[in-house]
T-cell receptor, first 113, second 113 residues
Framework: DADVTQTPRNRITKTGKRIMLECSQT?????MYWYRQDPGLGLRLIYY???????NKGEISDGYSVSRQAQAKFSLSLESAIPNQTALYFC????????????FGPGTRLTVT | SQKIEQNSEALNIQEGKTATLTCNYT??????LQWYRQDPGRGPVFLLL?????KEKRKERLKVTFDTTLKQSLFHITASQPADSATYLC????????????FGGGTRLMVKP
């Protein structure tokens, strides 16, 4: 089984709808991250969490919110989706006591029409 | 402003040759630099980490150099194979943002048989 899983893998939604992307990990890591990837722009950090009670905004948090329900679960919500949020979304984890490398999920391809 | 630059043009090389990818950065003082591999439609996978006090690091056919004076890292794949075809991302630890990673846009490598 994959260490970092994301659901759904693909989603098409309409402008104005609320949508939640979910991430779960079995690596036992304390840190979790949400990124979006757009062609030519690379990975950009949306939110990150160092533990269940520590959530921080990243580079591009406007229009997004997150919830860290447990150490293993980190969800990303789009309260009112808009077309420029169409992108590939990745969840990642890392271990604060380790070598700082990040482990990524398989991604969610989101299309907002 | 802080910037990480990777060649956005694809690098095409012949099987068996050495591939060299470049990562340049400005306005960072990173404690370390990481390289990741990303296949189409999948999440990035960690390859190597090199610290600021290390000049070179090797792992099997991979070699990374880190020149903090030139503000550049070179990523080499020796005896390249078609299976090495992927996009390669460099990432820097951002000392000014909670030690988050900032990713470059990646360089696509195509190894032709």
């Amino acid at each position: 089984d994959a260490d970092v899983t994301q659901t759904p893998r693909n989603r098409i939604t309409k402008t104005g709808k609320r949508i939640m992307l979910e991430c779960s990990q079995t690596k036992g890591h304390d840190r979790m991250y949400w990124y979006r990837q757009d062609p030519g722009l690379g990975l950009r950090l949306i939110y990150y969490s160092f533990d269940v009670k520590d959530i921080n905004k990243g580079e591009i948090s406007d229009g997004y919110s997150v919830s860290r329900q447990a150490q293993a679960k980190f969800s990303l919500s789009l309260e009112s989706a808009i077309p420029n949020q169409t992108a590939l979304y990745f969840c990642a984890t890392s271990d604060s006591s380790g070598g700082y490398e990040q482990y990524f999920g398989p991604g969610t391809r989101l299309t907002v029409t | 402003s802080q910037k990480i630059e990777q060649n956005s043009e694809a690098l095409n090389i012949q099987e068996g040759k050495t591939a060299t990818l470049t990562c340049n950065y400005t306005n960072y003082s990173p404690a370390y630099l990481q390289w990741y591999r990303q296949d189409p439609g999948r999440g990035p996978v960690f390859l190597l980490l090199i610290r600021e006090n290390e000049k070179e690091k090797r792992k099997e056919r991979l070699k990374v150099t880190f020149d903090t004076t030139l503000k550049q890292s070179l990523f080499h794949i020796t005896a390249s194979q078609p299976a090495d075809s992927a996009t390669y991302l460099c990432a820097l630890r951002n000392n000014n943002a909670g030690n988050m990673l900032t990713f470059g846009g990646g360089t696509r490598l195509m190894v032709k048989p």
